[in-house]
Structure formats: C-alpha cells, structure tokens
C-alpha cells in the first residue's frame, strides 16, 4: 500500500491553491509546493502541524484515508511524543514508510 498525503485535495476543497497554504502554514513556498505535490523526502512534525493547523484539520486527517493508514498516525503520534521528549530528529519520509510498511507486513502473533 502506498501513503499518500492528502494536502491538494484537502486545500482545493477549501479553495487554497499553493500560494495560499504556504501563507497561511508559514511555509516557504518550495515546502508547500512539494507537499502539495505528495513529492517529499522528510516529514517534519511541526511542518504537518503547521499545514494541519492552516486547514483547521488534524495532522491524521492529512493522510492517506483508508483503514490501513492508521499505522501512520500511530507512527505520528509516537514521533510527536519523542519530539516532546527533546527527541527532534527527523528519519526521511521513505525509511519511516518502510517501517510502517515493514510492521504490517509480520504475522500476528
């Protein structure tokens, strides 16, 4: 399964077109313009908090909106309390989905 981020479609259903989003998340332009696309490398929290925030969307609500993208919001949740932590690594956006993807992929136990 392949996630996705959600920020174009949740933008256009609220008028926003990229100019505005980065306005209003305080982004620079490249960053909105790369979110926007689904064309990222690294997630930052607070980047997502920013963009969820400029939506009036929570951060889960960026995501991809099917059952099996709740492993993502797990994974964002527990990234958010490292970061509370001190913790303010960033892991790129591919290896943290291969981990996800990694974990669905074991048996239950």
Request: charged letters at 25%.
């Amino acid at each position: 399964m392949t996630t996705y981020l959600r920020v174009r479609e949740l933008g256009e259903q609220q008028g926003l077109n990229i100019t505005t989003l980065s306005r209003k998340a305080e982004l620079a332009y490249s960053t909105a313009h790369a979110l926007w696309q689904g064309n990222v490398a690294q997630l930052n929290i607070k980047t997502l908090e920013r963009v969820a925030h400029a939506l009036a969307l929570l951060v889960s609500e960026l995501f991809g909106d099917t059952e099996e993208d709740a492993a993502d919001i797990i994974a964002y949740n527990e990234a958010k309390a490292a970061l509370a932590n001190g913790d303010d690594e960033v892991i790129p956006f591919e290896q943290a989905m291969a981990e996800i993807d990694a974990e669905r992929l074991q048996p239950a136990s």
